[in-house]
DNA sequence: TATAATAATGATAATCATTACTATTTATTA
DNA sequence: TAATAAATAGTAATGATTATCATTATTATA
C-alpha cells in the first residue's frame, strides 16, 4: 500500500468529521487543501479505503455512496424529512437465525428510515 | 390508483417469488408474459409500489436496486462470495436509542454481509 | 353507453453517480 | 541513479434509473 499524500487527505477528510459525505462532498473538502486533486482520485481512493476497511459505507435510498470514517460498530437513522443521518451506537444482537442457518457476518449494515426528533417538532407547531 | 394489466403483473411477479429481483430480472419475468412491456414501465411500476408501500426495496453494495414483494418485517443476510440474499424472519428489537433521542421509525433496513454456509463448506473441501 | 378527463404505456432520450482509461508523474526498489 | 510499479489528473465511458412525449387505456360521469 502505496501512501499518497491524496490518499491520507482522503483518510484524514474522512476521519476528522462525523457526518456521512458522499464522494462529491469530500472531493469539495479535499479541494480546498489540493486544489486540483480530481474527482476520480476522490472516488478510488474511497474505493480503496473502503475495501482496506480503513472506513465503511453506507447504502441508502438516495442511490449515492455514503461514507463513514467511523469504523466503531454502529447502526444508522435516516430522517425521511430532512435528511439528517443520526448514528446509533447501542450494541444490537445479531438476530438468532445467524447462527442457526451457519452464517458468518462480517459486515453489519443497519438502516432505520423515519422521522427525526426536530421535524416531528416542526410538523406538531404547523399543525396547531 | 388506476391499475393497469402491466401493474398487476408485476405485482403479481414480484408478490410470486422469494428471491429479490431487480428491475431488468422483473422485466425478464414480466415479457414472457407480455411481450411488449417495456423497461421503463417496470421501472414506473416497482417504484410506484414502492412508495405505496406495496413492495419493499433493498440497498445493498452493488448499487442496484432489489425489490422484495414480502412486506413482514424481516432483515438480510448477503453472502459476499455467491450473491445469495437469505430472509431473516425473526424479530430484532429497535436499538434503545431510537426511543431515547426521540425518533420515530417507519422502514428497518437490516442488512448483514459475510459468507454462507454453502460457500464455507466449499471453502473448507478445498483448503483439505 | 358514449364521452370527457386523466393516468399509464412504449419507445427512446437524458441524467448522473461511479468506473475505466491513458498519458504522465511520483514513489519504491535494486 | 536507473528500472519498476503504483498513483494521479483529466476525461471518456458505463450502466442503472428517470424523464419525456405522443399514443393508448382506464375510470368516472353525463
Given at each position: 500500500m502505496r501512501y499518497s499524500c491524496q490518499r491520507k487527505l482522503i483518510e484524514d477528510i474522512l476521519k476528522g468529521r462525523k457526518d456521512h459525505p458522499t464522494a462529491d462532498a469530500v472531493y469539495l473538502s479535499a479541494r480546498e487543501i489540493m486544489?486540483?486533486?480530481?474527482l476520480g482520485t476522490v472516488y478510488r481512493n474511497l474505493k480503496y479505503l473502503a475495501d482496506e476497511r480503513v472506513i465503511d459505507t453506507l447504502e441508502t435510498v438516495d442511490k449515492r455512496i455514503h461514507y463513514d470514517g467511523d469504523r466503531t460498530r454502529h447502526a444508522h437513522f435516516i430522517c425521511k424529512k430532512c435528511g439528517k443521518i443520526i448514528d446509533l451506537f447501542e450494541p444490537q444482537e445479531l438476530p438468532d437465525e445467524i447462527k442457526k442457518l451457519g452464517l458468518t457476518v462480517s459486515e453489519e449494515k443497519c438502516v432505520y428510515y423515519g422521522e427525526c426528533a426536530e421535524c416531528k417538532d416542526k410538523a406538531d407547531k404547523t399543525s396547531n
Open positions: 486544489p486540483n486533486i480530481s
